[in-house]
């Protein structure tokens, strides 16, 4: 299937802010630089046709994030298409991820222990951003 324009960009976006909180996070938080010198490797997000994708390259604790394919990463996340890398990323959950494994929307390529690893950063990013988006004084709609 291939990608509208509108998907390419979402997603797009979607990758370009991750990179941008990796980085913050990698800069300004101890435990999350602390995490980042357990592995070095070369991992990858990106759509099968490869009209996205991005690089994380880890070495030692430091972190370089670059647009485009690398020709062999350590660890691959592979969409099917962009439409199903926007659902799934904007889901944003783990229930959201094994569905999307389950149907054939997401593969893995590589080194699935160096994979685990990357998915388990992904992870501790997003709970530090939870942790510091509730500790802003903002106006927050009663549930």
Not at 24 to 38: I, N
């Amino acid at each position: 299937m291939y990608s509208t324009w509108k998907d390419r960009a979402r997603l797009e976006a979607i990758l370009a802010g991750l990179s941008a909180s990796l980085y913050l996070a990698s800069r300004l938080s101890r435990d999350f630089k602390e995490t980042l010198r357990e592995r070095s490797g070369i991992a990858e997000i990106r759509t099968a046709d490869y009209a996205v994708a991005w690089r994380f390259h880890i070495t030692h604790g430091r972190l370089r994030i670059v647009r485009g394919p690398h020709p062999n990463p350590d660890y691959a996340m592979v969409y099917k298409d962009t439409a199903g890398a926007v659902a799934v990323m904007t889901k944003g959950t783990e229930e959201a991820f094994m569905q999307a494994v389950m149907d054939g929307t997401l593969a893995f390529e590589g080194d699935l222990a160096f994979g685990m690893w990357f998915n388990e950063l992904m992870q501790k990013l997003g709970s530090l951003l939870k942790e510091k988006m509730e500790a802003l004084p903002l106006k927050r709609a009663p549930k």
